[in-house]
């Protein structure tokens, strides 16, 4: 009863509450006034007496949410005291000096933004309070932003709807402004608006959630919208911002762009064409092909095929989009396309297919293939192109003049055309051998084969014979023919007897021709024979040495006579004596088996010399 008795005096005997300096007792309130939820918060009261004080007593309130004052610790000079059953009771502690005391608070809750009072009272030496609002921050979570799931039409009249943004559990409230392409939009009348709804749950955090209505343009379909989110934190403001979004911007169509797409390059007769339409609207309209006036063409996705094509598929092309999302609603935008089909008709060659000619006559071929484009023509025999040009000059034919000639019609600037003609040229004559030799002679051994040629050019085609009345045993082996030529070929063996003529004879309707073969025979050589003639061979080889070799000894002794090496000389006379022989002819004789030949010397000594002259 005493101690709330002392609190009656000192509650009357309190001045003015909401100075800070009253009576005789100057109080301070200082701390941290600006904390986040969940850290701890330190106030200190400091007080000043004027004069002494014989004794001090602190209490300490906060206003509630009903605008009231509620105690919630006290202390004097015996003892610091947290009041029960208060917000603070657990949450709170006194600590104090000569000079002040301090209160701190844990676990700071959003319900303790508030105004904290510190009164004290010194009795005779005064009384006074101070007041301290402590602020509590809670930053809210990153801004989530969602673009509309449809199409934002530019012909609406009033702004749409764009996007939505939200930043949730956030103390104090936090505040969201729009951008677009990273520039802040402002409220415009008919053009931005911005809907903003508020809320707080159960524990005080806000909610924000932020709707953007925007005034479409053609341009915004690239355009880029995000939000952002500011909020209070101790003694700063911070912003995070939001990803990007991109709308769905529905516009019509303005033009169309019509191209072909397949093949590249120029059209040609049996390609396949696909043409392709593109509308600038969004979303991208239907459209329909068509062909100057003929009726609508079928076509899928916006791409028209025309296959095999020819060249009366040449023409104008038109595609057509009715634009539903026009303003008038019956806005038709066409997109043209020229198409032609290059073309290339079969080769015509003149003259057609075959034609005669007469050796030494001349002609003149041409080959021509109606093109849409300039053409180039060449002419091959055989595969080896022979003349560039359409036309072909062939004079004073002969038989290498007949053949197969074949022109080739090309496209040069569209490689894929291409034709081709030929005329077959059939030169007509009287049979011509293709050997120049007409008389042949053939020399072979007896026993052995020979292979008789007759090859012969002509048109008709000449008929091929062979006469040889003292030819028994031959055969023909070899017989081609085509219709100009003829080659025969017969083989036959050489006999003892075999000495003969054989013939080959060609005709047709223009004249003849023939080639005369000589066959003649040679014997075949003995053994015994050979080995008579190699011993022959061998003697006269024997006689040739010696007589060298009797040249060079008469050199030696005439040289050695000339130099006085030997007895007989100038003044003596030595005879020789000799057999008596002709000097006129010396006669060998030599035998061989079953063989005779005698070979015969004959030596002219001329007049007889002196012994000084041998």
């Known amino acids: 009863m005493m101690r709330e008795g002392w609190l009656f005096l000192l509650a009357l005997c309190v001045c003015h509450l909401a100075r800070e ?24 009261c400091q007080y000043n007496f004027l004069q002494n004080a014989s004794m001090v007593m602190v209490q300490w309130f906060v206003r509630d949410h009903r605008g009231s004052r509620v105690r919630i610790s006290y202390s004097d000079l015996t003892m ?4 029960e059953n208060t917000n603070y009771t657990d949450r709170i502690s006194i600590s104090g000096d000569s000079g002040g005391e301090n209160l701190t608070i844990v676990d700071v809750k959003l319900s303790d933004e508030r105004e904290f009072f510190c009164q004290v009272d010194g009795l005779a030496a005064g009384s006074n309070e101070g007041k301290f609002h402590l602020r509590v921050f809670d930053p809210p979570e990153p801004p989530v932003i969602e673009a509309v799931n449809y199409g934002v039409s530019v012909t609406s009249a009033l702004p749409s709807k764009v996007a939505t943004c939200e930043a949730t559990k956030g103390f104090p409230q936090p505040n969201i402004t729009w951008y677009r392409n990273h520039k802040p939009l402002s409220l415009k009348h008919g053009q931005v608006n911005v809907i903003t709804l508020l809320s707080k749950d159960s524990t005080g955090l806000y909610t924000v959630q932020s709707e953007l209505q925007y005034k479409v343009t053609r341009e915004d379909k690239d355009a880029h919208f995000s939000c952002e989110v500011s909020y209070y934190v101790p003694w700063a403001v911070r912003t995070v911002e939001s990803k990007t979004v991109n709308i769905s911007v529905h516009y019509p169509t303005n033009e169309i762009k019509m ?63 009715l634009d539903l999302d026009s303003v008038s609603g019956d806005k038709d935008v066409m997109g043209n396309l020229q198409l032609t089909v290059h073309y290339l008709d079969p080769a015509v060659v003149v003259p057609k297919d075959s034609e005669v000619m007469l050796k030494g006559e001349n002609l003149t071929a041409t080959c021509n293939a109606l093109s849409s484009l300039e053409t180039s023509t060449v002419w091959l025999k055989n595969g080896v192109e022979i003349k560039n040009g359409n036309v072909l ?62 090859d012969v050019r002509g048109y008709p085609r000449p008929i091929v014979t062979w006469s040889g009345p003292s030819i028994s045993g031959w055969r023909e082996v070899v017989r081609k023919e085509t219709e100009d030529f003829v080659q025969s070929i017969v083989t036959l063996k050489i006999t003892r007897d075999t000495d003969a003529v054989a013939v080959c004879n060609a005709t ?24 008579t003639a190699d011993n022959s061979g061998v003697i006269i080889v024997v006689i040739i040495i010696s007589i060298l070799l009797l040249a060079i000894l008469g050199s030696v002794l005439y040289f050695l006579y000339k130099k006085g090496k030997l007895p007989c000389g100038r003044s003596g006379k030595q005879e020789i004596n000799k057999e008596k022989t002709n000097k006129d002819d010396i006669v060998v004789e030599m035998k061989a088996d079953k063989t005779e030949e005698s070979v015969l010397l004959k030596g002219v000594n001329g007049d007889k010399k002196p012994p000084t002259d041998q």
């Open 259 to 321: 191209w072909k797409e397949l093949p590249v390059g120029l059209v040609k007769e049996g390609d396949t064409v696909q043409i392709r339409c593109h509308g600038d609207g969004n979303p991208p309209p239907t459209i329909t092909f068509k062909r100057e006036q003929h009726t609508e063409l079928e076509a899928y996705n916006n791409l028209l095929v025309l296959k095999d094509v020819t060249r009366r598929d040449s023409g104008m092309y038109h595609c057509h989009s």
């Open 80 to 83: 610091q005291k947290v009041d």
């Open 393 to 454: 000059h062939l004079q004073d034919a002969t038989f290498d003049t007949a053949g197969h000639y074949n022109c080739e019609v090309t496209v040069p600037t569209l490689p894929g055309l291409r034709t081709s003609g030929s005329v077959h040229i059939i030169v007509q004559g009287a049979p011509q051998l293709r050997d120049v030799k007409r008389e042949v002679d053939v020399i072979e051994k007896v026993g052995k084969w020979v292979n008789l040629t007759c």
């Open 508 to 531: 047709n309707k223009l004249g003849a021709e023939t080639k005369i073969y000589t066959i003649r025979s040679i014997p075949i050589v003995t053994p015994a024979a050979q080995n």
């Open 21 to 44: 300096v009253g009576g005789e007792v100057s109080v301070n309130m200082v701390g941290d006034s600006e904390v986040y939820m969940g850290d701890s918060a330190e106030i200190r």
